[in-house]
């Protein structure tokens, strides 16, 4: 596609609900990143996957949250019994690692999760 | 661990003018990539300008321009000729080798018409 795109744009749930958030990379990228915004900050790193698999998972907060990409494109980030605090904006970003060191992350336009 | 500081939470400027926002950092590291992003109410994280911390020239695009210190760590973005449409939250970013982004908790520019 012509850039990162990520379902829903909004999402609102209760506490204690289970969420799905979708990233869709640009075509063809290898790398895909997911982040965590939160409200008068910068975007913190969750995790990063090469392929299918995750290569680091270390900015995952707890065991709650939980990411896969099947096919080495869609990924898809999941939080299991969501808790207030973990209202923030999601962003996903894919890049295309180039021989030589690492290319640039394109980011999507987020999604705006909110835990009532 | 490799940290951004951005020392500015907001900042305004007269349309037409020029403007530099400040970013430092620490790291152990010689090799990294550093970043200014722009982030639009609509969210989207657009790259501005990418500096490798092996050049020791500064990366420039357009009305754009990067002043960067590689012994004062320090990685100031200057906005040259200020549209209206360049008000935004900007993010000085930090990449290691191991891929993953290290953001500031960013400056929001206001542009004065």
């Known amino acids: 596609g012509a850039g990162v795109s990520q379902t829903p744009s909004n999402k609102v749930t209760e506490k204690g609900k289970y969420v799905e958030l979708r990233c869709d990379p640009i075509?063809?990228?290898?790398?895909l990143y997911w982040y965590r915004q939160s409200l008068g900050q910068g975007p913190e790193f969750l995790i990063y996957?090469?392929?299918?698999?995750?290569?680091?998972d270390s900015g995952l907060p707890n065991d709650r949250f939980f990411a896969v990409r099947p096919e080495g494109s869609v990924s898809t980030l999941k939080i299991q019994r969501t808790e207030r605090g973990d209202s923030a904006v999601y962003l996903c970003?894919?890049?295309?690692?180039?021989?030589?060191?690492?290319?640039?992350?394109?980011f999507g336009p987020g999604t705006r999760l909110t835990v009532l | 661990a490799q940290t951004v500081t951005q020392s500015q939470p907001e900042m305004s400027v007269q349309e037409a003018e020029t403007v530099t926002l400040s970013c430092t950092y620490d790291t152990s590291e010689s090799d990294y990539y550093l970043f200014w992003y722009k982030q639009p109410p609509s969210r989207q994280m657009i790259l501005v300008i990418r500096q490798e911390a092996y050049k020791q020239q500064n990366a420039t695009e357009n009305r754009f321009s990067v002043n960067f210190q590689k012994a004062a760590k320090s990685f100031s973005l200057k906005i040259s000729d200020s549209q209206l449409g360049d008000a935004a939250m900007y993010f000085c970013?930090?990449?290691?080798?191991?891929?993953?982004?290290?953001f500031g908790k960013g400056t929001r520019l206001h542009i004065l018409p």
């Open positions: 075509s063809g990228h290898t790398a």
């Open positions: 970003a894919s890049s295309s690692l180039a021989a030589g060191g690492p290319d640039t992350q394109y």
């Open positions: 996957f090469q392929g299918t698999g995750a290569a680091d």
């Open positions: 970013a930090y990449r290691s080798y191991d891929d993953k982004i290290i």
